[in-house]
Nanobody, 125 residues
Framework: QVQVVESGGGLVQPGGSLRLSCAAS????????TAWYRQPPGKEGEWERE???????????TYADSVKGRFTISRDDAKNTVYLQMNRLQPEDTAVYYC???????????????WGQGTQVTVSP
């Protein structure tokens, strides 16, 4: 059984910072890459999630243009945890933030995507 759990969301004022965590646990053989997505208010479908950032197996990183220079993604392989440091937050960053981890389960033969349940980030005065 594999679990992916996000944490660290909350309410912050514009210009503030938050650090989100995405922890994968359970029977995991290897983690390939982890990505953060967000779903703004009013967008209900899973297909409406927006890409935010991704970190690959060799720590290569990719960011959406809207967050470049403000957000930093990093990983701690010993803890199977990926972080998203978010600085200079703006109201348009308000969303539920989801983590998607691409991993190989123990005794598995193919890599699969696992999503967390999401964590709410609200940026408001």
């Amino acid at each position: 059984q594999v679990q992916v759990v996000e944490s660290g969301g909350g309410l912050v004022q514009p210009g503030g910072s938050l650090r989100l965590s995405c922890a994968a646990s359970g029977s995991i053989e290897r983690i390939n890459a982890t990505a953060w997505y967000r779903q703004p208010p009013g967008k209900e479908g899973e297909w409406e999630r927006e890409f935010v950032a991704r970190i690959g197996s060799v720590a290569t990183t990719t960011y959406a243009d809207s967050v470049k220079g403000r957000f930093t993604i990093s990983r701690d392989d010993a803890k199977n945890t990926v972080y998203l440091q978010m600085n200079r937050l703006q109201p348009e960053d308000t969303a539920v933030y989801y983590c998607k981890t691409h991993l190989l389960p123990m005794l598995g033969t193919v890599f699969r995507n696992y999503w967390g349940q999401g964590t709410q980030v609200t940026v408001s005065p």
